[in-house]
């Protein structure tokens, strides 16, 4: 029987080049796969893109009113669903790809990060660690330079760490242009860098 996977790690991780890479090793083997991506990503419009500046066309922008098994029904011999910034999706989306697994024996590989700038969690993450019947940390070193794993995401504006705002800012040239960025950190780092503007705020 099929599974649902749920790799996770903090930004910058590799998830977006590791989709990618996977997907030319199934269509190498001559296996047919579909990418997919939630619409909330607008980051190279309906491409995904690695930090790596490798990209590829995905096969359908998923809305969140949209139904995947609708979207899948018209295909035939579907070796595998991989779908990149899971986290963007609807809980019932992340049903229906757990219910695609079981029902159609369709392995389905979702990439994402767990938590937001804010270390709250997104509306599918939790619902994939519920239900994934495999998950993978993808390591990533903390930025600050300490050695640790990173496992939080820190959104920076002009080089500042910030800790209010909108849950999605997606990392794209809107948002440079604005002078936001994200940087991956250790837990220990980012409380530090918390509490100090914290402290600067008093």
Same mark, same amino acid.
């Given at each position: 029987?099929? +599974?649902?996977?749920?790799?996770?790690?903090?930004?910058? !991780?590799?998830?977006?080049?590791?989709?990618?890479?996977?997907?030319?090793?199934?269509?190498?083997?001559? %296996?047919?796969?579909?990418?997919?991506?939630?619409?909330?990503?607008? +980051?190279?419009?309906?491409?995904?893109?690695?930090?790596?500046?490798?990209?590829?066309?995905?096969?359908?922008?998923?809305? +969140? @009113?949209?139904?995947?098994?609708?979207?899948?029904?018209?295909?035939?011999?579907?070796? %595998?669903?991989?779908?990149?910034?899971? @986290?963007?999706?609807?809980?019932?989306?992340?049903?229906?790809?757990?219910?695609?697994?079981?029902?159609?024996?369709?392995?389905?590989? %979702?990439?994402?990060?767990? !938590?937001?700038?804010?270390?709250?969690?997104?509306?599918?993450?939790?619902?994939?660690?519920?239900?994934?019947?495999?998950?993978?940390?993808?390591?990533?070193?903390?930025?600050?330079?300490?050695?640790?794993?990173?496992?939080?995401?820190?959104?920076?504006?002009?080089?500042?760490?910030?800790?209010?705002?909108?849950?999605?800012?997606?990392?794209?040239?809107?948002?440079?242009?604005?002078?936001?960025?994200?940087?991956?950190? !250790?837990?220990?780092?980012?409380?530090?860098?918390?509490? +100090?503007?914290?402290?600067?705020?008093?």
């Amino acid at each position: 029987m099929a +599974k649902l996977y749920f790799r996770y790690g903090s930004m910058n !991780c590799g998830k977006t080049t590791h989709l990618i890479q996977v997907a030319h090793n199934y269509e190498e083997a001559n %296996c047919k796969v579909l990418v997919l991506k939630p619409d909330d990503d607008t +980051k190279g419009d309906d491409y995904i893109v690695s930090r790596l500046n490798v990209q590829r066309k995905v096969d359908y922008w998923i809305k +969140k @009113e949209e139904s995947i098994k609708e979207i899948i029904e018209n295909h035939v011999n579907i070796s %595998c669903i991989l779908v990149d910034e899971a @986290e963007f999706l609807t809980v019932s989306q992340v049903d229906e790809l757990y219910e695609i697994t079981k029902e159609m024996n369709i392995p389905v590989i %979702c990439y994402g990060i767990r !938590c937001d700038f804010q270390m709250n969690g997104f509306t599918a993450s939790p619902r994939l660690l519920l239900l994934a019947d495999d998950i993978e940390e993808m390591k990533n070193i903390c930025k600050y330079g300490c050695g640790n794993k990173a496992t939080q995401n820190m959104r920076l504006k002009n080089g500042i760490p910030v800790f209010e705002g909108d849950q999605k800012l997606i990392d794209d040239e809107n948002a440079k242009q604005q002078n936001y960025e994200y940087m991956s950190v !250790c837990g220990e780092c980012y409380l530090k860098a918390r509490k +100090k503007i914290l402290y600067k705020k008093r």
